[in-house]
């Protein structure tokens, strides 16, 4: 098999990541932590700005928040399904990932940081939502692992109550939160609904082609009333 080629590396408070590529295939990994995300597998993370967008089907202007770039794919599907008067903020806190979604990493996702209906934000998504109250109508979190948080530690105040409200109170009334996880977690969908989401629970295919794993995509709706 085609070893992979080192791209690039940068510093992260996690260790250190690096780009590597094989062929059309490309990987991020950080050291000790093993790979973050591969270019072959990214099903349920379309499905997860499918399941948002879909909640929202029908507002006008709407504002979507994807929460860790990756390697695009979420923020690539969350564009196409969402309308030409839709504003897309993404917040990358690794500046890193940006820079090699731009110098290497953007026809895998059809260049999405290209479109003029995008927003970068190189800041962490939690902030974000500490300072836009009842500003999204849909805000998809696909940072780090989920729950388990295995990259940084800081990213379990995201999924901890604090962060949880801090999603809730971002939301519109009636607006949606849609969670990525590589493994389920039952305590982080009962702390869901303590804070106030009707919850529900999908298992997606990491490839949708193929038999193999599965990952876990959590859907929280912020009520109307």
């Excluded at 260790?15 to 597998?41: C, F, H, P, T």
Aim: aromatic share 6%; charged share 25%; hydrophobic share 40%.
């Amino acid at each position: 098999m085609i070893p992979f080629d080192e791209i690039d590396k940068a510093s992260d408070h996690g260790g250190i990541m690096r780009l590597y590529q094989r062929g059309e295939e490309w990987s991020i990994r950080v050291d000790k932590q093993g790979e973050l995300m591969n270019s072959r597998a990214h099903n349920s993370e379309d499905v997860l700005a499918e399941l948002a967008c879909a909640h929202v089907a029908g507002r006008k202007s709407i504002h979507l928040l994807v929460g860790g770039l990756g390697m695009g794919f979420t923020l690539r599907a969350a564009l196409d399904h969402a309308g030409p008067d839709a504003t897309v903020t993404v917040s990358e806190l690794v500046p890193a990932v940006v820079r090699w979604n731009r110098e290497h990493l953007g026809a895998l996702a059809g260049f999405p940081l290209n479109d003029p209906r995008v927003v970068v934000l190189e800041q962490d998504v939690g902030r974000v939502m500490r300072e836009h109250e009842e500003c999204f109508d849909a805000i998809m979190l696909d940072v780090d692992n989920g729950p388990d948080a295995f990259t940084r530690e800081d990213n379990e105040s995201l999924y901890g109550y604090p962060g949880l409200n801090n999603a809730y109170d971002a939301l519109k009334p009636g607006g949606v939160l849609t969670v990525w996880s590589a493994a389920p977690d039952q305590s982080f969908a009962q702390r869901m609904m303590k804070v106030g989401f009707d919850v529900e629970e999908r298992r997606v295919r990491a490839v949708a082609t193929e038999s193999g794993g599965r990952h876990t995509i959590w859907i929280g709706i912020r009520p109307t009333g």
